[in-house]
């Protein structure tokens, strides 16, 4: 090779590896630079430090290119470019072009978003204060584009809400993708807020049956404009005005289209670095359309939230997935007429789809007039007018949106699709209550493929090394990758340490505070816990994850995910460390150990009140795991060693959220159960691999009890001492089954066969019999064989809380 040509090579070199060798120092990105997918200190920051730009992590190995808040606990996007088509983890980069173009690259290939602008002068992306993301000229400020245009679901104080620049909400808190909930400008000039699903498209604000002149609109002003300022005033060109609780110039400030489709206002409260609600468009959330789906009703107290059921005569279509509603149990054909009884439903409320009104009718017409409809006809409105002092009738071809409304007027009368007696079943609760905020968490099918560039870049360093200048080539090289190694880990740990939620501790600083790991206080399927005193005096119980082969990012991701779970009933994760191999999680102390050891102790005896708020405790702990919005959860090992006691014997949840941890497989693939689980607590369909999620851990909650009432462990069950024989599943709870079973043969009127199986150490303090049956009741539903008939942790909250 001649010197020429060697040279062009080397140029060829510094050109590739540059933007590895230098770390970026400047807040901008100027013509022919890129920021890369997998420097996580490749990020644009404002000069205020509030927003940040860059590519964020929205699933496994998925990123988008976000603008995000720095200053909130966990960061929060306020503006997506692609959130439709997240890319690959690997090689993606968003690139500033000569030509004055930017564009957002998968893998180095196909282009996913572009700004589509262009120019021949020189021009810089740059994030500005109020979290604006604009390509401009350098010297004369003339804007190309800018992300305030393309608004994702979230309006910050500055910018314009208009008629092509509306918000579409995300899919759910942790699916980043366009939902089905849209605020925007109608063609009559009204803001408004609709749900548009691939099968149904309804608005829901302001109140569609009433006129934008009674709900202070107006329709006249053609310029569709609304934004919000920094003082929390929100102004709208058709007339729509409000101003956050905290009306004043200071706390950061976002409007937000929820994914549960309400639009809220938020404010940063700074000392906590959390969002507080300073305003909501809708009070009551089963106004809101599209939650429940078909056939169902909405339903919503302040402690369990929003929660969905199916009507009499109706099953859940996809426990997974709320919106898909509810089908017939038996499809029944129409000539059947005589086998219907209409049941009539007072004060609810199912929106839209009158198929046909009869004015002036009675009842017994109207029941006529929906059988002769067939199919058409789900059910009717029967309404006095007193318009026309007369009764009307309204019949629904669908049954959609359904809610309770003391102030609806008229009754609703179903056509159940099954004969009434057959419904009426045991247990009295008719309507099976949907899973219905929760979620799965669908991993995105991405495997990164290696692009071509990079062959050739090795075959040019082969070639490089081979042919002359070697010392030359290797020394360069080496020094760049030294430099490089020795940043990039800090570098990154900067990136990182403000996407998690709770504190990031080094491995010396856990290594000393637990003395060199000396203090083993448990053993869990994730690894060993040990006790430890943190250097601001707080004692911790650090667990050491045994799986380190791990990435450093998505353990982050779970961790940070960990980290927001926060519950009473819960165990409190303070901070973790990632370092090198070394996994370690920081959780608060629990003084009183596990329920485990309180029970086989009998110094330590637990009375019957602190065991039932005990069995309380933990049922909330697993509800918030199962049913909060956040996302889905389940613990899959529920057991007494999981169960930990605080100083006045709370309950609280450990171990939830390691099963994403240690095994990042699909939750419906039964296989990494062998892992998580523990022999005893299984549900019987683990066994037999039908695998439902939460119903899981339904079956072990109710073992625990069991024993908790029995003080009879798995231990003394399964062995020989009770019928002889090996009982492999159901030891406790076939014995108690058994017990009560006998009791109700022989016509027992009193509770004595309480007396015969609670724990004997629970008898020397008072008890109360009704209650005690009524949790030895419920513990035996949840290890009912049929998951079906289970039920769900927050109605064993309900049971246990009415009592
Ligand atoms: C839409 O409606 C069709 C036919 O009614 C149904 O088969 C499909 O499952 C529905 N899709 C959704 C997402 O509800
Ligand atoms: C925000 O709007 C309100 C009402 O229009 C006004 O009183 C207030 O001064 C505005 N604040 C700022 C910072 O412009
Ligand atoms: C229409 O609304 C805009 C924005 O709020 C306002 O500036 C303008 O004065 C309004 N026009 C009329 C005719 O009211
Ligand atoms: C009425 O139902 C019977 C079965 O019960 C069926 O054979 C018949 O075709 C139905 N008639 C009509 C008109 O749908
Ligand atoms: C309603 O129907 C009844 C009986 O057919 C009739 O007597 C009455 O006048 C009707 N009322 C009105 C308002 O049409
Ligand atoms: C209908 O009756 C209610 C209560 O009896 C009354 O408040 C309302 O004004 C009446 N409406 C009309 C249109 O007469
Ligand atoms: C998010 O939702 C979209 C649309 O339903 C789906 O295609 C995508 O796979 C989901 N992504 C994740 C990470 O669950
Ligand atoms: C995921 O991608 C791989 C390779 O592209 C493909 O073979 C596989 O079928 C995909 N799986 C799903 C669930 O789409
Ligand atoms: C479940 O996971 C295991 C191991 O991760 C894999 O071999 C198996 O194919 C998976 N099964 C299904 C049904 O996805």
Not at 293 to 298: E, F, I, K, M, R
Not at 410 to 430: A, I, Q
Not at 445 to 457: A, D, G, I, M, V
Not at 766 to 791: F, M
Request: net charge neutral.
């Amino acid at each position: 090779m001649d010197t020429p040509s060697f040279f062009l090579l080397l140029i060829f070199l510094l050109q590739v590896l540059c933007p590895y060798c230098s770390s970026r120092t400047s807040d901008y990105l100027i013509k022919g630079s890129f920021l890369s997918v997998e420097k996580p200190s490749d990020v644009l920051v404002s000069a205020n430090d509030d927003f940040s730009a860059g590519f964020f992590c929205v699933g496994e190995n998925a990123f988008v290119f976000a603008v995000w808040f720095t200053k909130s606990s966990s960061p929060t996007t306020v503006w997506m470019a692609n959130r439709d088509q997240p890319v690959n983890g690997k090689a993606s980069r968003l690139s500033l072009l000569e030509s004055g173009n930017l564009v957002l690259s998968d893998a180095g290939r196909a282009t996913v978003w572009t700004s589509a602008t262009a120019t021949p002068s020189s021009v810089q992306l740059e994030l500005l204060d109020t979290g604006n993301l604009v390509l401009r000229t350098s010297n004369i400020a003339v804007c190309l584009w800018q992300s305030f245009d393309s608004p994702t679901d979230t309006l910050l104080p500055q910018q314009f809400l208009t008629e092509n620049a509306g918000l579409i909400s995300s899919k759910s808190r942790s699916n980043h993708s366009s939902g089905y909930y849209k605020l925007y400008f109608d063609n009559d000039n009204i803001l408004r807020l609709l749900y548009k699903s691939p099968n149904l498209s309804s608005v829901y604000w302001p109140e569609p049956w009433l006129l934008p002149w009674d709900v202070g609109r107006t329709s006249y002003n053609i310029s569709k404009m609304a934004v919000l300022n920094s003082t929390g005033h929100f102004k709208s060109s058709d007339n729509l005005r409000f101003q956050a609780a905290d009306c004043e110039e200071g706390p950061k400030r976002r409007l937000t289209l929820d994914p549960d489709g309400n639009i809220r206002l938020y404010s940063l409260e700074e000392s906590e670095k959390t969002w507080v609600v300073t305003w909501q468009a809708i009070s009551d959330p089963c106004r809101i359309h599209g939650i429940c789906g078909a056939n169902s009703l909405c339903n919503y107290d302040h402690i369990l939230g929003r929660t969905c059921s199916c009507l009499q005569g109706y099953k859940i279509k996809n426990p997974n997935d709320w919106s898909g509603g509810c089908e017939p149990e038996v499809k029944i054909s129409c000539n059947s007429s005589g086998q219907f009884h209409f049941s009539k439903l007072a004060n609810v409320e199912f929106f839209g789809y009158d198929k046909k009104y009869f004015g002036n009718s009675t009842l017994q017409d109207c029941e006529e007039q929906c059988l002769k409809m067939c199919d058409n006809c789900k059910g009717f409105r029967f309404k006095f007018s007193n318009k026309t002092s007369a009764y009307a009738c309204y019949c629904k071809s669908f049954l959609l949106n359904g809610h309770h409304k003391p102030s609806f007027d008229g009754d609703m009368y179903l056509k159940p699709p099954k004969p009434y007696s057959f419904t009426n079943k045991k247990s009295g609760r008719e309507s099976l209550i949907l899973d219905c905020r929760g979620e799965l968490h669908v991993a995105l099918n991405r495997t990164y493929q290696k692009p071509h560039e990079k062959k050739s870049l090795k075959f040019f360093l082969w070639l490089a090394i081979a042919v002359g200048g070697v010392e030359l080539t290797c020394g360069f090289l080496s020094w760049c990758f030294l430099f490089w190694a020795r940043k990039d880990p800090d570098i990154a740990a900067q990136g990182y340490s403000t996407y998690a939620g709770s504190r990031k501790f080094t491995y010396a600083e856990l290594n000393k505070a637990t003395r060199g790991f000396r203090e083993e206080i448990g053993k869990g399927a994730g690894g060993v816990v040990y006790k430890g005193i943190l250097s601001d005096h707080r004692v911790a119980a650090i667990k050491r994850l045994n799986k380190a082969g791990q990435g450093e990012a998505e353990f982050l991701v779970e961790v940070s995910f960990i980290g927001r779970l926060n519950h009473m009933n819960l165990i409190e994760m303070w901070g973790y460390c990632a370092e090198g191999r070394h996994r370690l999680l920081v959780y608060e102390y629990m003084e009183r150990g596990s329920l485990a050891d309180n029970l086989c102790s009998a110094a330590a005896a637990l009375n019957w009140e602190k065991r039932f708020e005990i069995a309380l405790g933990t049922a909330k702990g697993l509800a918030y795991l199962h049913e909060e919005c956040l996302e889905w959860i389940m613990h899959c090992d529920i057991k007494p060693q999981n169960i930990l006691l605080d100083s006045n014997y709370r309950a609280k949840v450990a171990d939830f959220g390691l099963s994403k941890l240690l095994s990042r497989g699909n939750l419906n693939n039964i296989t990494f159960s062998r892992i998580r689980g523990t022999r005893g607590y299984m549900a019987p369909e683990w066994v037999h691999k039908l695998g439902i999620p939460s119903k899981v851990d339904v079956y072990s909650y109710g073992i625990v009890v069991l024993e908790m009432v029995t003080g009879r462990g798995q231990t003394n069950i399964l062995g020989a001492n009770i019928n002889g024989g090996m009982i492999e599943y159901e030891g406790v709870a076939a014995w108690v089954r058994d017990k009560v079973s006998k009791a109700s043969l022989e016509r027992k009127s009193d509770n004595s066969w309480i007396e015969e199986i609670v724990d004997p150490m629970m008898m020397a303090g008072k008890y109360d019999l009704a209650r005690i049956e009524v949790l030895v009741r419920v513990a035996l539903q949840c290890v009912e064989e049929d998951k079906e008939e289970r039920p769900t942790m927050s109605q064993v909250v309900e049971i246990l809380c009415a009592v």
